[in-house]
């Protein structure tokens, strides 16, 4: 993933005390660069990098207390909470589990466009697009569709991974996602008919009804909770025997909670609730992994449905 963000204090001190720190906490000396981070912080009160470098060494330090200070700190800094304090803190079990920050992905997937498909490719052995395609194409088959889509949306499209997989499918590819600069690197790609910098809910939102017959999203929906409203959206999108497919993390249970990784992961029974109450019928769910951390798969699921 890309470097820690880093939003100056415009205090020239504050912010070597900062460099300063970080380079401790890399040579794995915690407790120096925690020391060096609350003297940032005690120079400029505002220095929102600061506090949340701050609150993630005292996470790793075992001060869960001190570490929640620090998160909420960092959060009242930025009004756009860029850092993702939000997301430390629901994973330190300090605030219910509820949607990501826009500002956060925003910012986390602008800083990593430049190197998204080398690091996500090689590094994570991913492969969410050739996973989206296999179930696809078996789900076309036992429906007996078209072999060719006439319309496809890619929901949080990044760099046009999924676009390049599918250009032999599809006839016309719509993309959407919320950070320019993967938008600006699926532009240069030169398969979509058009680009939309917003959410997936709005971008899906500004979709007539049944106006697409395909629509996909590869290891998209692991930054929403909740897919309920998602998923109607993309229901009402859909054209009669149009179909869904996305690719989810999942875990051994119900429900939806925020994975190690700082990713939803969403349990089947949520998945076939959420799909039958948007009025989609699930074709296929089935287990698969699309990366790789720490040298283990990570468990997920691939999923198409069709309108009911």
């Known amino acids: 993933m890309p470097a820690a963000l880093f939003l100056s204090s415009g205090n020239l001190i504050a912010d070597r005390r900062y460099d300063f720190g970080r380079d401790l906490q890399l040579r794995g000396d915690l407790a120096a660069a925690a020391d060096l981070m609350a ?8 220095f929102a990098s600061a506090w949340f470098a701050l609150g993630d060494l005292r996470e790793q330090l075992g001060q869960r207390d001190d570490a929640i200070a620090a998160f909420l700190r960092a959060r009242d800094c930025d009004a756009e909470d860029r850092h993702g304090a939000k997301v430390r803190l629901m994973r330190l079990g300090a605030e ?47 429906a007996k569709l078209p072999s060719l889509f006439k319309r496809a949306i890619d929901l949080g499209c990044g760099t046009g991974l999924v676009a390049r997989e599918f250009a032999s499918l599809v006839n016309e590819f719509v993309g959407i996602d919320l950070s320019s600069g993967m938008i600006e690197r699926a532009r240069a790609a030169g398969l979509y008919v058009r680009l939309d910098v917003t959410d997936m809910q709005q971008g899906l939102s500004a979709e007539s009804d049944a106006s697409a017959d395909l629509i996909v999203a590869a290891d998209a929906f692991v930054y929403v909770p909740e897919l309920d409203a998602l998923l109607r959206e993309a229901a009402r999108v859909l054209q009669p025997q149009g179909l869904l497919a996305f690719t989810v993390e999942t875990h051994g249970g119900d429900g939806v909670i925020l994975g190690e990784g700082l990713r939803y992961a969403h349990g089947e029974a949520y998945l076939r609730r959420a799909l039958a109450d948007a009025g989609l019928n699930s074709s296929a769910i089935t287990a698969v992994s699309t990366r790789i951390e720490a040298g283990e798969d990570v468990p997920g699921l691939v999923v198409t449905a069709s309108r009911a």
């Open 39 to 46: 003297q940032a912080v005690e120079l400029e009160p505002g």
């Open 96 to 142: 219910d589990l509820s949607t990501m920050p826009p500002g956060y992905v925003r910012a986390l997937f602008d800083q990593y466009a430049p190197r998204f498909d080398k690091v996500l490719v090689n590094d994570l052995d991913y492969r969410g697009p050739e996973v989206l395609l296999k179930a696809v194409l078996a789900a076309r088959h036992a």
